[in-house]
């Protein structure tokens, strides 16, 4: 049993809910620490060829939880927080020889979008948004977002990941980077018994090939985030926006 998630199984699908609706399923650190000890869990099983991962309610995930550190945000904690937990979840869902479905309904913020297009597949529906709020922090995307959109999708998404903002599921979808459904959740357990059943080790052979041509330098890219992402915890802007949201009040930003 874990807490902040559900596990469920079904023959060879497992799904991967993360539940924490009373805080729009945001990843706190225990929730990146049970998400972590359940994709192993679901790795060392033999019998799972699929894994879902979705959110409960309307929400897929809010991204990282800033109400989760009262106290001061050190540049050693930003990094920590990424090597230790975001970017080992990341390097988890690419590197499994299992094929990862996201079912997304609602709204997908930060390090959420991250997870939902890391899977292979994502299924969204008309209604969810994906919202970039790492600038209103002073803080750049991470979890890798820059490096998967960006090979995901060319230049399409360089407005959002340098300026933050949002965009719409059917924006996604006319850049080719995920299904629409208006059941997310149903179409992707379809689409997982499909695969499950099907010739197997020939899906997952051509997602290593396309984890081989699409994320190649991967790993490289997640020391550049850890690395310049910390440095961050150093700034101006960062202190103030961090302090504003705890607050609730606009960020006075300076640029330094």
Do not use: W
Request: net charge neutral.
């Amino acid at each position: 049993m874990y807490r902040n998630i559900k596990i469920e199984y079904d023959g060879m699908v497992a799904t991967i809910t993360i539940d924490r609706p009373n805080r729009m399923n945001a990843l706190d650190s225990e929730t990146r620490r049970v998400i972590i000890s359940a994709l192993d869990e679901i790795e060392n099983n033999a019998d799972i060829r699929v894994v879902i991962i979705t959110g409960s309610g309307k929400v897929f995930s809010a991204g990282a939880d800033l109400s989760d550190t009262r106290g001061e945000i050190s540049e050693d904690l930003l990094r920590s927080d990424l090597e230790d937990s975001f970017h080992i979840i990341a390097k988890k869902i690419r590197n499994s020889r299992k094929i990862f479905i996201s079912a997304v309904d609602g709204i997908a913020a930060g390090a959420g979008i991250s997870i939902a297009f890391l899977c292979d597949l994502v299924f969204a529906s008309p209604r969810t948004r994906f919202v970039l709020a790492f600038q209103g922090v002073g803080l750049a995307p991470d979890t890798g977002l820059s490096y998967i959109l960006t090979k995901l999708a060319g230049a399409r998404f360089s407005r959002h990941l340098i300026v933050g903002g949002e965009f719409s599921a059917e924006y996604a979808h006319e850049a080719g980077i995920l299904e629409l459904a208006s059941d997310p959740l149903s179409q992707a357990r379809d689409m997982a018994r499909s695969i499950a059943s099907g010739p197997f080790k020939a899906y997952s052979t051509a997602k290593a090939f396309i984890t081989y041509s699409l994320f190649g330098d991967f790993e490289e890219f997640l020391r550049l985030e850890s690395r310049d992402q910390s440095k961050l915890a150093l700034s101006h802007d960062f202190v103030e926006g961090v302090a504003a949201f705890r607050e609730k009040r606009k960020p006075r930003f300076t640029g330094n």
